[in-house]
């Protein structure tokens, strides 16, 4: 089973565009954390897929963990940090999208994807068809401002 560990941003993009289910169903079989740095930025908006337990109960299907932060890391936020030192201490995927944070993931080795990379699984998995995804792209520009250039996007329907 693998580890996953999830950022603030691909969090709100899913949120931002309803689509938490969608994430939930993709990560279905795999552990699914976040650290307690992640939680105090987004909060209320997880409602009940979120567990201070490591067993999943009812509807949570996301653990929390309180993690350390060493020293700040470049310009990332907690967040960031704490999921790239959870990541690491755990050997999870970090599943985030800013530019530093992955830089510093690679640079300690830690496994690395983001939300568009999550929803071309969803599509290659066929649980998106190709309207709902073409969908996602328009409410995740006009919803979240999630930017991707038209190499990103054309990667992404293809």
């Given amino acids: 089973m693998t580890k996953i560990v999830l950022d603030t941003s691909v969090l709100s993009a899913f949120i931002n ?12 079989g795999h552990e699914v954390y976040i650290p307690d740095t992640v939680y105090r930025e987004i909060g209320n908006r997880l409602g009940d897929a ?3 337990k490591s067993g999943k109960q009812g509807d949570s299907w996301i653990s929390i963990v309180k993690v350390k932060l060493s020293r700040q890391a470049g ?36 496994q690395y994807t983001g939300t568009l990379a999550m929803l071309k699984r969803a599509a ?28 990103l996007e054309k990667w992404l329907l293809e």
């Fill in 75 to 110: 310009n990332l936020d907690e967040g960031e940090q704490g999921v790239l030192n959870l990541a690491l201490k755990m050997n999870a995927i970090a599943v985030m999208d800013d530019r530093d944070a992955r830089r510093h993931a690679k640079e300690k080795g830690v």
């Fill in 124 to 151: 290659m998995k066929k649980m998106l068809s190709k309207k709902e995804l073409e969908k996602i792209v328009v409410d995740l520009k006009e919803k979240d401002r999630f930017r991707m250039n038209e190499e």
């Fill in 17 to 28: 565009i309803g689509r938490l289910k969608l994430l939930k169903k993709l990560l279905s």
């Fill in 50 to 52: 979120v567990s201070f």
